[in-house]
């Protein structure tokens, strides 16, 4: 089986452009989760999806950030305007029926803002 | 105060050694305890969740002690293969179910 999908796997841009980050989960997986690592904050939720609904996404840092779920097989994260501060691991991540099922992550996307 | 505090090492022990990482999670709602594994510049893996009776798997061992809100993970006989970095995850259902990590305990496994 496919584990979720992750693209791009690296992303560089400049500061001020748009940047979207997408994501495939695991085919049946009812939540899906969002969730960005840097060495220093280790691993934040940003928000997580229900059957393709915002459930919490009170980890967005700021308005520049949103994310959206059109269906069950595609997410986005999408930053604009992006800034060097923005640069981080985004992950992916997508459980079976419950938010404390497993948790499945993608590889990840790693995003560098210059 | 941070959710969940890990010491970050790095813990570099030889093959066959046993080893010891703690975490501590600062709320007592804190409804369920995970470790996870994450391979350098790869997605976390979970590794085993953690129960309050404590549970076992292998050479993998993980303990809760709720008074103290700590979680423990050992590992015996390690191998060259557990080096990683160990992630500890607690799961609050007062806050909509969210996961919280810790940032991680590295551990190296010397030959």
């Known amino acids: 089986d496919a584990g979720v999908i992750q693209s791009p796997r690296h992303e560089v841009t400049e500061m001020g452009q748009e940047v979207t980050l997408r994501c495939k989960p695991i085919?049946?997986?009812?939540?899906l989760f969002w969730y960005r690592q840097t060495m220093m904050r280790g691993l934040e939720l940003l928000i997580y999806?229900?059957?393709?609904?915002?459930?919490?996404d009170s980890g967005m840092p700021e308005d520049r950030f949103s994310a959206k779920m059109p269906n069950a097989s595609f997410s986005t994260l999408k930053i604009q305007p992006s800034e060097p501060r923005d640069s981080a691991v985004y992950f992916c991540?997508?459980?079976?029926?419950?938010?404390?099922?497993?948790?499945?992550f993608g590889p990840g996307t790693r995003l560098t803002v210059l | 105060r941070k959710e969940v505090e890990q010491d970050p090492g790095p813990f570099n022990v030889p093959e066959g050694a046993t080893v010891a990482f703690n975490c501590t999670y600062s709320n007592s709602a804190s409804q369920s305890f995970f470790w996870y594994r994450q391979d350098c510049r790869k997605e976390p893996k979970l590794l085993m969740s953690?129960?309050?009776s404590g549970n076992e798997d292998g050479r993998f061992t993980a303990q809760l002690n709720r008074a103290s809100q700590y979680i423990s993970l050992l590992i015996r006989d390690s191998k060259l293969s557990d080096s990683a970095t160990y992630l500890c995850v607690v799961n609050r259902m007062d806050t909509g179910n969210q996961f919280y990590f810790g940032t991680g305990t590295s551990l190296t496994v010397i030959p």
């Open positions: 991540a997508s459980s079976l029926h419950t938010s404390t099922d497993t948790q499945y």
């Open positions: 085919s049946g997986h009812d939540y």
């Open positions: 953690v129960y309050s």
């Open positions: 999806f229900n059957n393709n609904v915002p459930i919490d």
